[in-house]
């Protein structure tokens, strides 16, 4: 029986979310198939979590494509993405705390490209006067990235509706992000 290597990562994806310290067995179990299946196709949990990490550019630069943030106000542009990146934030949240995935040479450059897009967006904000320019656009980059990671941990833990997760990251961000009219 051939093994979907894409359920295998969704299934080790949705598990690493909830609990990030699931072990190999854990994996192979939440996938339906024996820890050597999983052991075939990826030697280590270093090996899954460089999977999950291209999968989670792949999602997150998929949907930077599908928010156009070129088009319209960049202030609209940063809600359709938020909206747009959503479904991949928990996954996008196991990631962040994975710092191997951050460090040293081996850093995958997709990391960059999409630091660099969204950094593009927030400068865009910037130079047409929309969102305050005494935040850096990198600061801003991290900011979102924290309020995605953060909002994925709250409705993961139920804190928070999943249907509210893009209104409270949107409307947090660009509330600090928006530059206010002088008085």
């Not at 910037?126 to 309020?147: H, N, V």
């Amino acid at each position: 029986m051939a093994v979907d290597r894409d359920h295998v990562l969704r299934s080790a994806a949705a598990l690493l979310t909830r609990k990030s310290t699931a072990t190999m067995d854990e994996v192979a179990r939440a996938a339906g198939i024996s820890r050597a299946t999983l052991h075939r196709h990826f030697a280590g949990r270093d090996a899954l979590v460089r999977a999950l990490e291209a999968l989670g550019i792949e999602e997150c630069e998929a949907a930077l494509a599908r928010a156009r943030p070129d088009d319209g106000p960049a202030s609209e542009a940063v809600r359709r993405m938020i909206r747009e990146i959503e479904p991949a934030a928990a996954l996008l949240a196991f990631l962040y705390t994975e710092n191997q995935l951050f460090e040293g040479e081996e850093q995958n450059p997709g990391w960059t490209r999409i630091d660099e897009h969204i950094a593009t967006l927030f400068r865009r904000g910037q130079e047409t006067g929309e969102f305050r320019i005494d935040l850096t656009p990198a600061w801003l980059t991290e900011a979102l990235y924290g309020l995605l990671a953060s909002g994925a941990w709250a409705v993961t833990e139920g804190r928070v509706a999943r249907n509210d997760f893009t209104h409270m990251v949107t409307e947090l961000l660009l509330g600090g992000a928006l530059r206010r009219e002088e008085s």
